[in-house]
């Protein structure tokens, strides 16, 4: 079966994404969002689609990033499925955060998880990865040579099938991303 039969049809990316296990995404940038989640992040591993964390996430991104979510682009996490989140009194799922870039200790923060209880959520620290220094030379070029936001999807699909995309790239994509907008 593939990949694409089981894809949610969603602007966003969901637990479900996650069943075969976590990924370590890259923050490209920042939307406004809606009156419950208030900021949606561009993820470079999921074009088009956004995360958009829940008030537990939110507050331990605060806890680890601090306040500013325009500080977070560039920086990474790891995403998996805890089919233990509630929505009310049913377990249903949801994304959970595991690993963060840019701490230096493992940072444990305790957290509401439901009504009047509160649990401690732990997050480690992610290695930095060489990003970069492993694309090939010129591609700051390839870029500025995308002329579309589906251009700048192809450019990220390749980069990241050849195993060098990251940050530095991803920081580029979405400034140029922001000019056609």
Known sequence: MSEMSIEANSDQINAED????PQTVTVTGKLRGNAEQPVWFEIAE???????????????????????????????????????VRFGKNAVGGIRISH??????????????????RAP???????????????????QDDVAACESVEDLTEFYEMASGA?????????ACTARKAEFQ
């Open 46 to 84: 999921f074009p088009g689609r956004t995360y958009r964390p829940g008030k537990t996430m939110r507050r331990l991104m605060v806890a680890a990033w601090g306040p500013n979510p325009s500080d977070y682009t560039g920086r990474r996490m790891t995403l998996y499925n805890d089919p233990e």
């Open 121 to 139: 959520f732990t997050v480690q620290p992610l290695r930095d990865a060489p990003v970069a220094s492993l694309a090939p030379d010129g591609w």
């Open 18 to 21: 996650f069943l075969e296990g």
């Open 100 to 117: 963060m870039s840019h701490i230096t200790a493992p940072v444990t923060v305790n957290l509401m998880v439901s009504r009047g209880k």
């Open 163 to 171: 195993g060098w995309w990251g940050p530095e790239i991803a920081a």
